[in-house]
């Protein structure tokens, strides 16, 4: 027995129909697309000007928070909103229509501003798959080159120290970036702390006349106190217990009130405020220290931990997360709600797992955090006002599509279905010709090398076949 699939007869007014719902259906991709341009626009604004800087540890954490995008997604969205802010053709494209976000948000991954405007030709001519794959094809060669790169700065390091005829020490070198940044964090540190001792000793020396030292004397100097310091040390860093610790010194009333007299100062007598000091003593060991009437140390305890072992596994199964409205990360430190200090218990029913950046809000920032009576925590700003999980939506027009049209209109944009549509014309996409001749770094063939518009152009689609140039991509199959 036969079976036979159903026929559809497509009659002149079953073909219009669908014509007009397919236009509907491009013209409004197209007023959306013009519309994600702006969004973008005002999120890149947002960024720049800290305006999520108020408890959220980035501009995609208050995203997540405010518009309900996930995080991944929110974290797309600013980059591709930052990259945009360089690249002009690309950002007018998507806000004319022209171009998808999917399509934009591939090329921001490669694009630069030397690229931008063959990279757009390519988001013109082909769909977003071709996009997608000519993106990975670039991306495979610009890793190639920052390979070769690489290698060639590792093999070129070279450090040459000789003894010059005066018996003064000549110093000559390359190193690799990431040393060269780690050598330069180190000498700028050598050098604060010598400046340090040169402006007191200069401020303390009766003859004026004498010069301060150069920034290549300083550099000099500095270099010294870091092999001093590396001697000295044994060039052993120490246990991570120790070389981690931050040890504290804070009077008990100052841990109590903020407001009362004392100390508050780290192990070099550096002076920090008693916020920080009740933060760091939130959830951190201690050691209680006494003194008598002239300053005499008395007594002293036994180091103990603030929040035992067995409470902040208790802590962290019960709370999993930072408890900040939209923050979520899954790793933090223990809050005392009430400070111990304070007489407030160290209880579960006390703690609230906040990560770094929110408990510095907290102690530091002016943001409060308390316990209701049903047992949730309420958050408010440092003007009082309390934090909402998540703020009400805005109003959305009763016709939104209309009201969209309408706004795009009043910015002068002329959309219709065709817009947005490629100029692909069912070609194979040839992916090695493509990248042979649009990347900078691809290896050409023989003879001059051939523009984008002679095979493959904007008007004629992606190009049909691979020459025997191309050079080979990772993970993609010749048509």
Not at 63 to 70: A, I, P, Q, T
Not at 175 to 183: I, M, S, Y
């Amino acid at each position: 027995m036969e079976t036979h699939s159903p026929r559809i007869v497509a009659t002149p007014a079953r073909v219009s129909e669908l014509d007009r719902l397919g236009d509907q259906i491009a013209e409004l991709s197209a007023h959306l697309e013009a519309a994600t341009a702006r969004l973008l626009a005002l999120i890149r604004e947002f960024d720049a000007r800290g305006g999520w800087n108020g408890g959220f540890r980035s501009c995609a954490a208050w995203l997540s928070w405010r518009v309900g995008l996930d995080p991944g997604a929110a974290r797309e969205r600013v980059r591709v909103a930052r990259a945009l802010g360089t690249l002009p053709r690309l950002a007018a494209a998507l806000a004319r229509g022209e171009l998808s976000y999917a399509k934009v948000r591939a090329l921001t991954r490669v694009a630069t501003p030397e690229t931008e405007a063959r990279l757009l030709g390519v988001g013109r001519a082909g769909t977003a798959a071709h996009v997608e794959r000519i993106v990975r094809g670039w991306r495979y060669v610009d890793r190639r080159a920052e390979a070769r790169e690489t290698r060639r700065q590792h093999t070129s390091r070279a450090l040459h120290v000789h003894t010059d005829d005066d018996g003064t020490v000549v110093v000559r070198g390359r190193l690799e970036p990431e040393v060269g940044a780690l050598l330069l964090r180190a000498l700028a540190a050598a050098r604060e702390t010598l400046y340090q001792r040169t402006r007191q000793s200069f401020a303390s020396s009766s003859d004026r006349s004498a010069a301060p030292p150069t920034m290549a004397q300083q550099q000099a100097d500095a270099l010294a106190l870091l092999a001093e310091t590396a001697l000295h040390h044994g060039l052993d860093p120490g246990a991570p217990g120790e070389r981690y610790q931050v040890v504290v010194h804070v009077d008990a009333p100052v841990l109590a009130d903020p407001d009362q007299p004392g100390q508050s100062v780290l192990e070099d007598g550096v002076r920090v405020s008693a916020e920080t000091s009740q933060r760091l003593a939130c959830d951190a060991s201690r050691v209680v220290m006494r003194h008598d009437d002239a300053g005499r140390l008395v007594e002293i305890g036994a180091r103990t931990r603030t929040i035992p072992p067995a409470l902040r596994r208790a802590l962290h199964h019960r709370d999993r997360t930072c408890r900040f409205p939209g923050c979520g990360l899954p790793f933090g430190q223990g809050h005392h709600l009430r400070h111990w200090a304070r007489g407030g218990p160290t209880t579960l029913s006390n703690l609230a797992l906040l990560c770094r950046r929110h408990h510095r809000a907290v102690h530091e920032e002016g943001y409060q955090v308390d316990r209701q009576p049903d047992r949730a925590l309420r958050f408010r700003r440092p003007d009082g006002r309390p934090l909402p999980d998540v703020p009400p939506p805005p109003a959305v027009p009763a016709d939104p599509v209309q009201a969209l049209r309408m706004q795009n209109e009043a910015q002068g944009l002329q959309l219709h279905a065709r817009t947005a549509c490629p100029l692909w014309l069912g070609e194979g996409l040839d992916l090695g010709w493509a990248i042979d001749v649009l990347h900078p770094l691809a290896t050409r063939g023989v003879g001059s090398p051939r523009s984008f518009g002679e095979r493959g152009s904007p008007d004629h689609g992606p190009p049909a076949a691979i020459p025997a140039t191309a050079p080979p991509l990772p993970s993609e199959e010749t048509p």
